[in-house]
Structure formats: C-alpha cells, structure tokens
C-alpha cells in the first residue's frame, strides 16, 4: 500500500464509482480519504452506511474538498455539471481530474474547464463491476509521474490498468475491452445451446461453459504462453477438439473478430461526435 493517500472525491454515485470506491475500501485505501456526491440522498445513505465515507448532495462541496476529482456522471449531463463545478469552485490549476464517462473527448473537458488542468480519461469495463475490470487510461501532459502511479494504483483496485499512448485507443480499447463481455456472453450463449440441443440440462450445460471459460481465462492469465500456444496445447492431433476447431477456423473466426471489432470503433468514432 503506498502511502500517496490524496482525498478522492466522486461527482455521481453510480453503479461504476461505487465499484470503484468499494474496491479502493477493500485493497486498503482509507475510507476517510474518500468522499462523494450525488443529487439524491438513498444511494448516499447506503455509501455511508456500508464504508462510512463522507457524502454530500451539494458537489461544490466535494469538489472543494477533493484533491483529485473523479467526474462519473452520465456523459450527457457532463457539460451541465462540469460548467457548474468550473463557475463554483476555484483551484483547478491544483487538482487532478478524472473522467469515466464514456465516448466523451478530452477536448469538451478542457472547453468546461480551461487548457491547464490535469486530465485523466479513464474507460473502465462492466467487469470491474466485479473487481475484473480493464481500464483503459490516457493522461494529458500536465499529469506527472506521481499522479499516473496514483491513478493506476486507484484503477488497479478493480481489476488491471492499460495506459494508452493516445486518446484515439481509447476507442479500440472499448470495442474490445468494453464491448468484449457482450461478445463472451454471445459466444458462450451459442455454446450452451449447443450443448443443451445433444440434451444437456440447460442449468448444467450453462455451468459447463461458464466455468470452461473462467478456467480457460484463469490458465492464460497464469500462462507466460501465447494464447495460440496454449489452444495448441489443447488440441491433440486427429482429436476431437480438433475437429471443433477446424469447424471455427473454417468459419473464419479470425476474420468475424477483426470485423466485428471494426464495427465497434467506427461506433465509437461515431458516438464521441454526438457530445
Ligand atoms: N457502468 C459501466 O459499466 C460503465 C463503464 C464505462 C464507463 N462508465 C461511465 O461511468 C459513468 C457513471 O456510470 P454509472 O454506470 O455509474 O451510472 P449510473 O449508475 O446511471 O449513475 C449515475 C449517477 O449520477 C448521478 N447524478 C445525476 N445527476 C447528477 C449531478 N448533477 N451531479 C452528480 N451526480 C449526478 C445519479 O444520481 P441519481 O440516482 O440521484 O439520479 C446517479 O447516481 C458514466 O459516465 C458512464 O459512461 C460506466
């Protein structure tokens, strides 16, 4: 635990700040060094409640407080809230702020807020909603070493960081990382129904996929071996794994993969247009 404890404040309690703070809790960060806002009191009882940390419904005052601001309101009410924030509290130039909404460009950030503030956009993944989560980060140049290892250590609590180069990543990041969990679900869906069609119980064909890929996920997350590399160790010459693999390599996987990730970004590329 390093002790770089700055006081974190989230504007929005949401389902991804609340993972988030519940991981920092969990790995160890203070929960008097957390405090957030929201408009509404319920999600705020039960933050205080559960963690004991400070809640507001005013976010100048949390703001105010913070040294480092998580903004995690929905990207549509970004400006609104941003634009309130810049009108109300001074010392920006002093605060390190994050942003996790989705699709929204580090430019509108400097629009609400001035050039010279020390921006982080973050794309974290549904997943971290469970403590597995990849966040894909990208940082402006005003943010120093020490900030980056803060925020990578903040991140790390619920799930792995990946710091990108530049911002435009950030949308292939999301057609893979972020759309990914759909694209599982899709493909172990099409599994169990094809166990349960050769009569398989639809509970226990369901537990069989499921666990296959946890345990597929867990064996190359310990691996140092290339993921081709381990499917080979898998697939026994004239084997029946084999002859699956042959149906999907017929299929083109690959290419199905490269299209559908495609399709994503140009989305994504589509969708940061429209704030
Ligand atoms: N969930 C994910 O998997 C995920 C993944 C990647 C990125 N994100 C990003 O994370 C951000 C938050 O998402 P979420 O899933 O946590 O959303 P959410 O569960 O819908 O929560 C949004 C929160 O914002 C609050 N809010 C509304 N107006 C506000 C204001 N003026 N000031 C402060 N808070 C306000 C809402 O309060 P009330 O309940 O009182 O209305 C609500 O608690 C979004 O920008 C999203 O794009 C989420």
């Not at 480092?68 to 990207?75: D, E, Y």
């Not at 129904?193 to 119980?201: K, N, P, S, W």
């Not at 299209?259 to 970004?265: D, F, K």
Request: charged share 20%.
């Amino acid at each position: 635990m390093s002790n770089d404890i700055r006081t974190i404040g989230f504007i929005g309690a949401g389902n991804m700040p609340q993972s988030i703070l519940g991981g920092m809790i969990k790995g160890g960060y203070p929960a008097s060094s957390i405090i957030v806002s929201n408009p509404s009191r319920p999600k705020l009882d039960m933050l205080e409640e559960k963690y004991g940390i400070y809640t507001s419904q005013d976010n100048h005052e949390i703001a105010r407080k913070a040294d480092v601001i998580v903004l995690s309101v929905k990207p549509q009410l970004m400006r609104e809230v941003c634009e309130d924030l810049k009108a109300n509290v001074q010392g920006w130039e002093d605060k390190l702020i994050i942003t996790i909404a989705a699709g929204l460009r580090m430019d509108s950030y400097y629009e609400y807020f001035g050039n010279n503030i020390a921006l982080v956009r973050v794309m974290p993944n549904t997943p971290s909603l469970v403590g597995e989560g990849v966040s894909g980060l990208v940082a402006d140049a005003n943010v120093s070493t020490t900030d980056r290892d803060f925020v990578t250590r903040v991140f790390d609590f619920v799930g792995i960081t990946i710091w990108l180069e530049e911002e435009d990543a950030i949308d292939v990041l999301g057609a893979v990382a972020g759309s990914g969990p759909a694209y599982f679900f899709e493909f172990m869906h099409t599994l169990q129904r094809a166990a349960e069609e050769l009569g398989i119980d639809s509970e226990q064909a369901r537990a069989m996929v499921q666990q296959t890929c946890l345990g597929a996920a867990k064996m190359a997350s310990e691996s140092d071996f290339s993921l081709i590399d381990l499917r080979k160790q898998v697939t026994s010459k004239g084997g029946s794994t084999a002859k699956g693999v042959e149906v999907y390599q017929q299929a083109e996987l690959g290419k199905i993969s490269q299209r559908a990730v495609n399709a994503a970004v140009a989305r994504n590329q589509e969708m940061a247009k429209l704030f």
